[in-house]
C-alpha cells in the first residue's frame, strides 16, 4: 500500500456536489493504418497489457477511520478492467460539437472512490474515420507532468506496439487492518506536537523569503500605487471580478483548438520572449476579446495561476503531485496585442523570481500536517460560506504540459492531437490547459456550461490573438 501525500489528498477535499476532482485529456487517432482495427476489445487487451507498469491504475482508495489520517492506495481485490473502460458512439459523422457535446457530459461525472479512480472511453462515429479516446485520472493520483509520463506507458512509438516485459499475474495484497491503521495514524498524531514546532521555525525563516509574494496585495489593499504617474502593472494585485469567478454548476462545456508551435516561436524570436510568454499573451488578449463582449472588462489585469512541476529526476516515474504554482499578472486591460506580451514577460520574469523563494518541501509539510478530517471540515465551510468565489486568489488557471515531439500510437491508431481537460471549482470556473504535440500547441478549455456558454467563441479568440502577434512580429 501507499499513503497519499497531503497535497495528494487535498483534491479529495476540492470535490463536492459541483466540482469533480479528476482531469482527463481526449486523444484524437487516426485508425486508417492500423495493423487490427480499434474497437473496445483492442483496447481493453492493450491497456489490460500495461496495467503492470502503472499500479495505481489497480488500487482503490482505503480512507483512515475517523479521517485521522491521509488515505492509502491499496489493490483493489475485485479490480474488473472492463468497469473501466467503455465505448460511446457519436451519429455519423460526427463533428467535433457533437465530440465536445459528449465530452463535456463525460468530463462532468464524477469518479467512483470504491473503485480505482479512472476511466477510458473510446469514441467511434468521427468524421474521416478518425476516433478518439478520452481518459479520465483523479488529480490525487497524477499531476500535468506524471499524467504525461503515464501516456508515455499506453503510448508506443510504432504501430505494432513494443515488447513489453513478461506481466506476472495480478494477485492483490490483503488490505491493512482498520485497527493497524488507527495505531499508524495515532502514532503520527503523538508527533504532531514536535512537527509543529519544526513547521513554524521553518516558516519563520522563509518568511522574508515571501514578502514578495505578499507585499503586493498589501499594497493594493491599502489603495497604493494608484493615480497618476503610476507605472503599468506586472505584479499581482487584488483578483477582479469577472463573469466566470463565480459559484460553479455541475454543468460543464469543453472547447479544443491547436496552433502552430513554429508561429508561436515566430512570435518569441520577434519580441525576446518565451513560448510561455507567447501564450500567456494569447490567452490574455483572448480574455480580453472575450470580457469586452461580455462588458464585464475589469480596468485592472487579471491574476493568473500558473502550475509549476517541481518533479525532480528521483521522482521521475512516480505518480501523485509534485508540484508548486506562480501567480502572475494577466494585463487584459491593455489594448495593444505588443504592449500586452510585453507586460506578460515582465510579469512572468517576476513571478518565476518569487516562486523560487518557495522551498520545495514547504507546501508538502504544511499540506500533509492538517488530517483529513480537518481539511474536509475546512474544505467545506469555504465552499459552504462562498470563500471561494467571493474572495477567489485568482482568476484564471493557465496550465502548460509537455508532450511527445515524435510521432505516437495508441493500439496502432496514429495520434493526430492530444486535448487536455482540467478542473473548475467554485470561484475558478475557466481553466486553460495546453499540451505540445508534434509542432503544434493543443489547447484544451473547460468551464462551467452556465458561467461560459459560449466558450467555442473564446478558443477562437486564442488563435485570432496570435494572428494579431504574427501581424505584429512581421511588421518589426
Known amino acids: 500500500m501507499q499513503q497519499l501525500t497531503g497535497l495528494d489528498a487535498a483534491f479529495l477535499a476540492l470535490e463536492t456536489t459541483n466540482s469533480t476532482g479528476h482531469v482527463g485529456g481526449v486523444c484524437l487517432l487516426d485508425p486508417s493504418d492500423a495493423p487490427r482495427p480499434l474497437d473496445l476489445a483492442l483496447l481493453t487487451e492493450v491497456l489490460g497489457q500495461r496495467l503492470p507498469l502503472v499500479p495505481v491504475m489497480r488500487r482503490k482508495l482505503l480512507e483512515v477511520p475517523l479521517g485521522l489520517d491521509q ?183 469543453v472547447a479544443f483548438r491547436s496552433v502552430s508551435l513554429a508561429d508561436v516561436k515566430t512570435v518569441k524570436n520577434a519580441f525576446g520572449t518565451s513560448v510561455n510568454d507567447v501564450v500567456m499573451g494569447m490567452c490574455a488578449g483572448a480574455l480580453r476579446h472575450w470580457l469586452s463582449d461580455h462588458d464585464a472588462l475589469p480596468a485592472s489585469p487579471l491574476n493568473a495561476m500558473i502550475p509549476v512541476s517541481v518533479r525532480d529526476q528521483a521522482a521521475k516515474g512516480a505518480m501523485g503531485n509534485r508540484v508548486s504554482a506562480m501567480l502572475a499578472a494577466l494585463p487584459t486591460h491593455l489594448d495593444d496585442p505588443e504592449q500586452r506580451l510585453a507586460v506578460v514577460h515582465e510579469a512572468t520574469k517576476i513571478a518565476k523570481a518569487q516562486q523560487a523563494t518557495i522551498p520545495q518541501g514547504l507546501v508538502d509539510d504544511i499540506s500533509d500536517f492538517a488530517p483529513p478530517a480537518l481539511t474536509a471540515r475546512v474544505a467545506r465551510v469555504a465552499f459552504a460560506t462562498g470563500m471561494m468565489h467571493r474572495l477567489p486568489p485568482f482568476n484564471i488557471c493557465i496550465s502548460n504540459v509537455p508532450g511527445p515531439n515524435v510521432p505516437v500510437y495508441l493500439a496502432g491508431a496514429r495520434m493526430l492531437a492530444q486535448y487536455p481537460m482540467s478542473v473548475i471549482l467554485d470561484g475558478q470556473g475557466l481553466n486553460i490547459t495546453l499540451v505540445g504535440y508534434l509542432g503544434e500547441l493543443h489547447f484544451g478549455l473547460v468551464a462551467c456550461r452556465e458561467l461560459v456558454p459560449d466558450i467555442d467563441t473564446l478558443a477562437t479568440y486564442l488563435v485570432d490573438e496570435l494572428n494579431l502577434l504574427l501581424k505584429a512580429a512581421a511588421a518589426r
Request: without cysteine; charged residues 20%; proline residues 11%.
Open 71 to 253: 488515505p492509502y492506495w491499496v489493490d483493489d481485490p475485485e479490480f474488473d478492467i472492463e468497469y473501466h473502460i467503455r465505448e460511446v458512439a457519436l451519429p455519423s459523422p460526427g463533428s467535433q460539437a457533437q465530440l465536445t457535446e459528449q465530452l463535456a457530459r463525460l468530463h462532468a461525472r464524477p469518479l467512483d472512490r470504491r473503485r480505482p479512480l479512472w476511466e477510458t472511453y473510446l469514441i467511434t462515429g468521427l468524421a474521416d474515420g478518425l476516433v478518439a479516446v478520452y481518459t479520465k485520472v483523479h488529480h490525487a493520483a497524477i499531476d500535468g507532468v506524471s499524467g504525461a509520463e503515464l501516456l508515455t506507458v499506453l503510448l508506443d512509438l510504432k504501430p505494432e506496439g513494443r515488447k513489453l516485459p513478461p506481466a506476472k499475474e495480478f494477485v492483490p495484497a490483503k488490505p491493512p487492518n482498520p485497527l493497524a491503521l488507527v495505531a499508524r495514524a495515532a502514532a503520527r498524531l503523538a508527533w504532531r506536537p514536535v512537527q509543529t514546532v519544526q513547521l513554524a521555525g521553518e516558516f519563520v525563516r522563509k518568511v522574508p523569503t515571501l514578502a514578495p509574494l505578499v507585499s503586493p496585495l498589501v499594497g493594493e489593499m491599502l489603495g497604493l500605487n494608484r493615480g497618476d504617474g503610476s507605472v503599468i502593472p506586472t505584479t499581482l494585485g487584488i483578483a477582479p471580478s469577472t463573469p466566470f469567478n463565480k459559484k460553479i454548476t455541475p454543468h460543464r462545456r
